[in-house]
């Protein structure tokens, strides 16, 4: 079960009513103890007639769609998403310094502590309201987001996205020469030339080729999913150069995900998958990506990212 916070106690009693609850719906009478569904002599369409009770028509809901109890995910969306409850910075602080906050792993102030890279990767500081929103103080200085808009935030791709190819150890390293090819033929105008042909394709379908143990294609093969995930076909410069989800997002008219941007690599998602490890550092990549506190800090995000 996904938490917010390692100690849940406080479902406990939520769970026991629940169990109740469930329990009477199952028919045991309060008079003479019998389970009502025990009795084969009940006219079955006098049952399909009568009227639901509150507790029943609760219950058949739930087969139709799950409740919000059932997660916390739905909990968090129907509670405080769906509501644009104000998230409060003194959530987002405490977030920054406790452990699993996104999924198990150390609490991000162990490593971004304060804005001296000497002392704190990146520079970046996540003890305070100000450090967050500055972001990483070591060059290419960059913030980790823009106030309002959460969903092109490098902040979210760090917490949502694993580092590929999947499985591939957090410290591996991340500028050996096949990750260097694929920076420098985006850089270069990502052309269909003889330095794709020759250097570039043939790195997708090597098992070894970015620190991994199975070659890219295994799992990015066509434009349909499945069997490929996210529509992603890395055997072609037309499959590449078309992107992600195309299927997915023609159907709500929206373009595919490019994910390269010829001539620039920083903000190609096919080189940041190469070198951009999902925070914390080590967690599992089969971790939950749409954890609930990762919804609210989003969420906060979007709401201005105010400090008080």
């Known amino acids: 079960m996904i ?8 479902l406990q009693p939520m769970r026991g009513l629940l169990t109740l609850a469930m329990v009477g719906a199952l028919g045991f009478g309060l008079a003479g103890g019998s389970p009502a569904f025990a009795d084969d002599d009940d006219d079955d369409d ?3 007639s009568a009227p639901l009770t509150g507790l029943e028509a609760y219950y058949q809901a739930l087969d139709k769609e799950p409740a919000y109890a059932s997660s916390h995910e739905e909990a968090v969306a129907k509670l405080v998403q769906n509501r644009d409850i104000a998230i409060p910075y003194d959530y987002i602080a405490t977030l920054m310094r406790i452990p699993n906050a996104f999924g198990e792993g150390a609490a991000c102030v162990v490593c971004h502590s304060s804005s001296d ?3 704190s990767y990146r520079g970046l500081d996540l003890t305070t309201c100000e450090g967050i929103k500055t972001g990483a103080t070591q060059p290419p200085a960059r913030p980790l987001f823009e106030p309002g808009n959460a969903g092109d935030s490098s902040l979210r791709r760090y917490l949502r996205n694993n580092r590929m190819p999947y499985g591939v150890p957090f410290d591996a390293p991340r500028d050996t ?5 694929i920076k420098m033929w985006i850089d270069d105008g990502a052309l269909n030339d003889d330095v794709f042909q020759e250097d570039v394709l043939p790195l997708f379908k090597d098992p070894m080729a970015f620190g991994g143990f199975q070659p890219c294609t295994d799992c990015h093969m066509s434009n349909q999913e499945p069997p490929s995930f996210h529509e992603l076909d890395l055997t072609s410069f037309e499959g590449i150069m078309l ?3 195309a299927i ?7 373009e595919p995900t490019k994910i ?5 690599s920083a903000a190609s998602p096919l080189y940041q998958r190469l070198i951009e490890n999902r925070m914390p550092a080590g967690i599992e990549p089969s971790e939950n990506r749409d954890h609930p506190n990762i919804q609210i800090l989003m969420q906060w995000i979007d709401q201005g990212a105010k400090c008080e």
């Open 3 to 10: 938490r917010f916070f390692p100690d849940a106690d406080w």
């Open 46 to 48: 006098h049952k399909d």
């Open 117 to 119: 890279p000497e002392t």
């Open 177 to 181: 020469a096949n990750i260097q090819t």
């Open 243 to 245: 992107g992600a989800d």
């Open 248 to 254: 997915a997002h023609a159907a709500i008219g929206e």
């Open 260 to 264: 390269v941007i010829p001539g620039d």
